[in-house]
């Protein structure tokens, strides 16, 4: 029987790659989605990956779509918190509701996530959670304040639960992607985009599959030793420390 992975976000951009990554390494996939149901739908027919409706921002509907999720295929035994959203704009002008959104969505989604999984992971020694930053959580982004704020603090979240849970089987890893060719990138107005492949080392762009596939290694018995990193995939855009 394989492994269950279930993936936030997972039916377009980044999490639709990571989710055809992992059901194509052999798992068992489950891809929440939030809004676009058409879309979902579509994904589901032509990858046969099964797909889940819930906001990652709702303690209650996580509980519940994980629960769901648990007793038709089985234990979540990988988790990749993906799914996230940005509402940009200069500090100076952000809204509250634009703060708490993105708060909402990509942090406070590590905890409503993770929460209703972590306990089963724990007590059968095993488990695997991967977290998606960004890179702009690690430098920084004008017009970003509530997204990079955000991401930081899914870096901060992967180190302190590395600790907690790595003598009980279960490692927690985050990949940072740099800028990635999403639909969601590709709508840039082209000079911008111009202009941020410049700054990019290797000068292009990321592919989802380039995510999906440091996801696989993540979650296989080959990363066994590997918990509380946080690597860098921005094609040399920005070098950190960890």
């Known amino acids: 029987m394989s492994k269950v992975a279930l993936v936030t976000g997972g039916t377009r951009g980044i999490g639709e790659a990571i989710s055809r990554g992992l059901q194509a390494a052999g798992y068992t996939v489950a891809a929440t989605y939030a809004g676009n149901t058409e879309k979902a739908e579509a994904f589901k027919a032509e990858t046969g990956i099964h797909v889940y409706k819930w906001d990652v921002a709702n303690p209650d509907e996580c509980a519940d779509g994980i629960a769901k999720v648990e007793a038709e295929l089985g234990p979540v035994e990988v988790l990749v918190n993906n799914a996230g959203i940005t509402r940009d704009g200069m500090f100076h002008k952000m809204s509250f509701d634009q703060w708490r959104a993105v708060l909402s969505t990509n942090l406070d989604s590590m905890f409503t996530m993770t929460r209703p999984v972590i306990e089963g992971m724990r007590a059968r020694a095993s488990g695997r959670i991967i977290n998606i930053s960004s890179i702009n959580g690690q430098k920084g982004q004008m017009g970003q304040a509530n997204y990079s704020a955000a991401k930081a603090g899914v870096i901060g979240f992967t180190k302190a639960l590395a600790q907690e849970n790595a003598f009980k089987g279960v490692t ?28 990019i080392p290797v000068g292009r762009l990321g592919h989802p599959e380039e995510i999906a596939q440091t996801v696989v290694y993540i979650a296989s018995d080959a990363a066994a030793f590997m918990t509380g990193s946080v690597m860098t995939v921005n094609g040399g855009q920005y070098i950190a420390n960890g």
Not at 173 to 189: F, K, L, R
């Open 172 to 199: 927690v890893n985050c990949i940072c992607p740099g800028y990635i060719n999403t639909d969601m990138v590709a709508a840039m107005p082209e000079k911008v985009l111009e202009k941020i492949v410049a700054g």
